[in-house]
């Protein structure tokens, strides 16, 4: 979900580009897949997106085809307070409603486990009401703390990330250069100490069973799919083709 047209924005310098540091790669190359954008990121529209709860006409492009197998990750990062994330400063997704789509999705089976990330001022408020079972949350501060950007662009004037995100996509392009890859999410949560974030990243894991020394970052900031080879013989008829 991309809240804003950056690359396509008037103040862009760079048309067609998205940076998070002057001396950076682009960030919106062409195998970035941007299924919800503009006017169509909205909370109705993410609470739909995670419990599956879709109109009929919804495409498959547009819909989280996660079942019990799935290890899902959800990234939230934006403008924040205690217990809301601001969605196109015009609504909020406040935590009840994070926490009742999260537990929709376990009942309905559409998880294995979970990784919630929320990165904004008091951002660890996001997951205070989350009591689904295997769901490990993290914050890029604590609920009494504000969260702070990174590096600033000075042709437009704005900043372009925020610490808590740099310092994860740091970790990952250092340390974690394939799927094979052995870093752990507890290498994960030490790579923003709050030195470095100037906040104190939260840490939520009374539902989470797992050590998470032994949970390899890849189960998360990964993708692969599980395939169940048959051995009988299948006809595709012309209602399957329709």
């Known amino acids: 979900m991309l809240a804003e047209d950056v690359p396509c924005n008037s103040r862009n310098p760079r048309p067609g580009t998205v940076y998070a540091a002057r001396a950076g790669a682009n960030l919106y190359g062409s195998d970035v897949e941007v299924d919800y954008r503009g006017e169509e990121v909205t909370v109705e529209n993410f609470i739909r997106i995670l419990t599956g709860r879709h109109h009929p006409a919804t495409p498959r492009s547009k819909r989280l085809l996660t079942d019990h197998q799935s290890n899902v990750l959800i990234y939230l990062t934006g403008h924040g307070g205690d217990s809301f994330m601001k ?26 486990e979970m990784l919630v990330i929320a990165d904004s001022c008091r951002s660890a408020s996001m997951y205070e009401w989350i009591d689904s079972p295997n769901v490990l949350s993290l914050s890029s501060s604590l609920t009494h703390e504000e969260s702070y950007s990174y590096d600033v662009d000075t042709d437009i004037g704005v900043y372009v990330i925020d610490r808590y995100t740099h310092y994860t996509l740091n970790f990952l392009n250092n340390e974690v250069k394939a ?64």
């Open 87 to 112: 969605f196109q400063d015009s609504e909020e997704l406040t935590n009840v409603d994070l926490a009742y789509a999260v537990q929709t999705m376990f009942e309905d089976n559409r998880y294995h």
């Open 179 to 242: 799927l094979n890859s052995s870093a752990n999410m507890q290498d994960y949560i030490d790579s923003c100490p709050a030195r470095k974030c100037l906040s104190n990243t939260g840490v939520r894991k009374d539902h989470y069973p797992k050590d998470v020394k032994r949970v390899r970052v890849t189960d998360f900031f990964g993708s692969s799919r599980i395939f169940q080879h048959l051995s009988e013989e299948i006809v595709l008829d012309d209602e399957f083709w329709a």
